[in-house]
């Protein structure tokens, strides 16, 4: 069996490291399974991509297609050019994609094109909120996939209501999870972490990339200063991506609780998430992680692909609304925050399952 597995963003790095380790036991029990890895270069930034692939031991890819940013079009748009491109010089019986980033919807098409079946790891997801290109990402990538790996039973019926077919979903778990557990040990303590004398549970974390809270000035400056207004004098320490960056330049929010950092690799990253007071994000993959760490988890979107972080795990979604946000500070500062359960199947084995659906595939 020969694999293209395709990876264009930092999600999608922490999904397929597993996988490949999943795909070079097999090999060294002298299965036959091939892959090649493709990385698109939608996320090209060191911190966003390189540090990924050294800290979780990722192999470098065996092609970059460079693609870099543009808008959603224009990015998509090049990404098809140039995988296929590479699919057709080097054939593949299955293409895996995972996710909802751009590169993922595009090299399915490309693949389905050209008459390649298709592996959707993380299908079946769904905000219902066709503002987000990541919605329409999912959509259009699961309605041409041939095989289906889904992270929850919700997700399972999702496809199920859209006619997928039985034997073509595989509720197999959360493959982001298996990086988590496998790396817990290895969290790395940030190089700031003294200089700006941070503690277990004396902190937070917060994260912002999603138009709908950067895109617009007065609407980020109100959202951060409301946030900095309710955090009870904690220390809020803000890893900032680079569309993020480009508005603040404009807005030169400044104070003494509030820290900037550069984006941080995933060992840093998690080191502050497992040892924060609580997170405030507005990204789906870190509810995921607060969930498995027992982190409490301030979402500011108004709707969420992952409603097991809410109805199992340690998230709460307050969108832009300055009374919930305001009433879960208070929870929290209270101690009256769920505790929060681990979702069925988020238990490290999720690549596992994978190939073992992978590999009882007719040839």
């Known amino acids: 069996m020969k694999l293209t597995v395709v990876a264009g963003a930092r999600p999608n790095f922490i999904k397929i490291a597993p996988l490949i380790k999943a795909i070079e036991k097999q090999q060294a029990n002298g299965v036959s399974i091939q892959y090649r890895l493709v990385h698109t270069g939608q996320h090209y930034d060191k911190n966003l991509s390189d540090t990924f692939f050294e800290e979780l031991g990722i192999p470098q890819p065996n092609t970059n297609l460079m693609v870099k940013s543009g808008s959603q079009a224009e990015q998509t748009a090049r990404i098809m050019i140039a995988f296929e491109e590479e699919l057709m010089n080097n054939p593949a ?22 008459h390649v079946k298709v592996a959707h790891i993380e299908a079946g997801i769904r905000s219902y909120d066709l503002t987000m290109p990541e919605e329409i990402n ?49 969290f790395i303590e940030p190089e700031f972490w003294d200089d700006l004398k941070l503690k277990k ?21 109100n959202l951060i200063e ?5 955090s009870n004098g904690m220390k809020i320490v803000f890893p900032v ?14 104070n003494k609780r509030l820290y900037y950092v550069n984006p941080l690799s995933y060992l840093r990253f998690n080191y502050l998430v497992e040892n ?32 097991e972080t809410i109805t199992v795990g340690t998230n709460r979604l307050v969108g832009r609304d300055l009374h919930l946000l305001k009433k879960a500070f208070t929870d929290l500062y209270k101690g009256e925050w769920p ?25």
Not at 206 to 219: A, I, K, Q
Not at 226 to 230: C, E, G, P, Q
Not at 342 to 362: N, V
Request: charged share 20%.
């Open 138 to 186: 999912r959509m259009v990538t699961d309605s041409i996939t041939d095989h289906f790996f889904t992270t929850s039973e919700l997700a399972t019926e999702n496809l199920k209501k859209l006619g997928i077919k039985d034997e073509n979903i595989y509720f197999v778990g959360n493959i982001m999870i298996d990086t988590l557990l496998s790396n817990k040990h290895r």
């Open 201 to 221: 549970g004396n902190y937070l974390i917060m994260t912002l990339h999603r138009p709908s809270n950067v895109d617009e000035l007065d609407s980020l400056k």
């Open 339 to 363: 505790q929060g359960e681990i979702p069925f199947l988020w238990d490290g084995k999720t690549a596992d399952r994978i190939i073992y659906h992978l590999l009882a595939l007719p040839s």
């Open 93 to 114: 019986d299955l293409v895996i994609v995972v996710g909802d980033v751009n590169s993922t919807m595009a090299c399915a098409i490309v693949a389905k094109k050209l």
């Open 241 to 254: 991506h680079p569309r993020t960056k480009a508005q603040l330049n404009n807005l030169n929010i400044e």
């Open 276 to 307: 924060a007071c609580a997170v405030i994000t507005d990204s789906g993959g870190i509810t995921e992680e607060t969930t498995v760490l027992g982190v409490p988890c301030i979402t500011l979107r108004e709707n969420t692909e992952r409603p």
């Open 226 to 230: 409301s946030i900095l207004s309710l």
